[in-house]
C-alpha cells in the first residue's frame, strides 16, 4: 500500500509536470504569435505612417503651390501698375531729350535757354518716378520670392506695414485674377510708429495672404446673396 500510494504520487507529479510544460508551451506559442502578431502591426504601423508623412507633405506642397499660384496671379496684375509708369515716363523722357537736343543744336542765339533748362528739370523728375516705380516693381518680385522659397524658420526684422500693404494687394489682384466682376475699394490705416519688428515673413505674409483672401471671399458672397 505504502508503494501504491508513493507510485501514485510519482504519477500525479509527473502528470503535473507534463501539465505544467504542456501549458508553458502554450503560453509560449501565444507569446510568440502575440509578438509575430505585434512585428506585424509594428511594420503596418510605420508603413501607416510614412505614408501620412508623405500624404501631408503633398498636401503641405499642394497649399502652398495653390498659395504661390494665387500670388502669382495677383503679381501679373500689380506688377503692370509700376511697369506701366516705367514705360510711359520712358516714353517722354526719350521725346524730351530729342526736343532737348533739337533746340541745342541752334545757333545759340536763337536757343531758349529757359525751355531747356524746363525740360532738363521734367527729365530729373520723371527719372525719379521711373526710379520709384521700378523699385516699386523689384518690391512686388521680391515679395513673391520671399513667398516661394524655402522657410528658414529664423525671426528677422520686418516691415510688417509694408509686408501687409503687399499681401493686401496681391490678394485683392489673385481674386480679381479668378473672378473679374470682384471689386473693392481699398483703404489701410498703419501705424507708421510701429517700425521694424521680428517675424518669419514667409510665415507671417502666407497667413495674412490667407486672412484677407477667405475676408474678400466671405465679403463677396455675401454681397452675391443680397
Known sequence: LEKEKIQTKNKIRTYSLIAGLVILSLIGLI?????KKEKKAKIVLEKTLRELQST?????QSEKMASLGELTAGIAHEIQNPLNF????????????EELNAERLKPTAERNQQLENEILNDIRANEEKINHHGKRADAIVKGMLQHSRSNSGVKEPTNINALCDEYLRLSYHGLRAKDKSFNATIKTDFDTSIGNIKIIPQDIGRVILNLLTNAFYAVDEKKKSG
Request: hydrophobic share 35%; charged share 20%.
Open 31 to 35: 507569446l510568440y504569435r502575440n509578438n
Open 56 to 60: 501631408q507633405s503633398q498636401l503641405i
Open 86 to 97: 516705367v514705360n510711359n515716363f520712358s516714353e517722354v523722357n526719350k521725346e524730351l531729350i
